[in-house]
């Protein structure tokens, strides 16, 4: 989030997201935060939108050669962040989920 929010200062209530790639060690368990929260591309804009965010943990033992991305879904009702397999779509461990605000 820190980043996409840097990349876009100065260009208004836009907002571009830019992935961010992490590098973790294979067969070794690691521990992982994970969070998902709006975000509006002028930092004013919080105070008459919806922000909606959720955060948690997960362990797991990553694969070497595979790749894994966060995914997320923040609503009014439930939001909730995980960890998946980029091939298979498989969810790693859990999903971290919450109320919505």
Known sequence: ????????????FRLNPYLIDRQVPANKPVKLSLAAK?????????????????KGEITFTPEKGKKYIV???????AS????????????????????GK
């Open 38 to 54: 709006t975000q509006y591309g002028a930092p004013i804009q919080e105070l008459f939108g919806k922000v909606y965010q959720v």
């Open 80 to 99: 909730s962040v995980w960890l998946e397999d980029e091939e298979t779509h498989q969810v790693i461990d859990k999903k971290i989920q919450g109320n």
């Open 1 to 12: 989030m820190q980043r996409s929010v840097e990349l876009n200062r100065g260009k208004g």
């Open 71 to 77: 995914k997320g879904e923040l609503g009014a009702g």
